[in-house]
């Protein structure tokens, strides 16, 4: 249960100034090609991270990866987060976990990751300014 002292736990995606955010397409595709990951992740990951936060979720849905990340992890599916005060988890990368693609670019995403957290914290993540690009991203996308 939450401590109504704390503020509530919230999941942010991580978006581009640009307005993108890779972690929500990723996601929503799911929700098309596999419905049943999809709602998996709603029901079983995202509600509960967002009622008790992402320490409440039981391995191996949620495991720290070391360097301050953490692995979301449902079937083959996997998002890359960070915790940032006050009680954000990022959502920073996510990919489809296909053994020797995933082992090869592990790297790369570590980098990304990486730099995603950078841009967080270096102060120019301005949260409503990024959400407002991404509704306009969405809404050139043709998507609401």
């Given at each position: 249960?939450?401590?109504?002292h ?16 890779e ?7 799911l929700r098309?090609?596999d419905?049943?990951?999809y709602?998996f992740?709603?029901d079983?990951?995202?509600d509960?991270?967002l ?8 391995k191996?849905y ?6 301050g990340f953490s692995e979301i992890?449902w ?5 890359y987060?960070c915790?940032?005060?006050p009680r954000?988890v990022?959502?920073l990368v996510?990919?489809?976990?296909r053994?020797?693609?995933?082992a090869?670019k ?9 730099q995603?957290?950078?841009d967080?914290r ?7 300014k ?9 809404a050139r996308?043709g998507?609401t």
């Amino acid at each position: 249960m939450a401590d109504p002292h704390q503020p509530s736990w919230r999941f942010l995606w991580y978006i581009t100034e640009a307005g993108a955010s890779e972690v929500f397409d990723y996601v929503e595709e799911l929700r098309d090609s596999d419905f049943t990951s999809y709602s998996f992740f709603l029901d079983n990951l995202h509600d509960p991270l967002l009622s008790d936060g992402p320490f409440a979720l039981p391995k191996p849905y949620w495991e720290d990866i070391g360097d301050g990340f953490s692995e979301i992890s449902w079937g083959r599916n996997r998002i890359y987060c960070c915790i940032e005060p006050p009680r954000r988890v990022f959502a920073l990368v996510a990919v489809e976990k296909r053994w020797q693609a995933f082992a090869s670019k592990r790297g790369k995403y570590v980098r990304l990751c990486e730099q995603r957290r950078a841009d967080i914290r270096s102060g120019a993540y301005d949260e409503k300014k990024r959400n407002e690009a991404f509704h306009a991203h969405r809404a050139r996308r043709g998507k609401t």
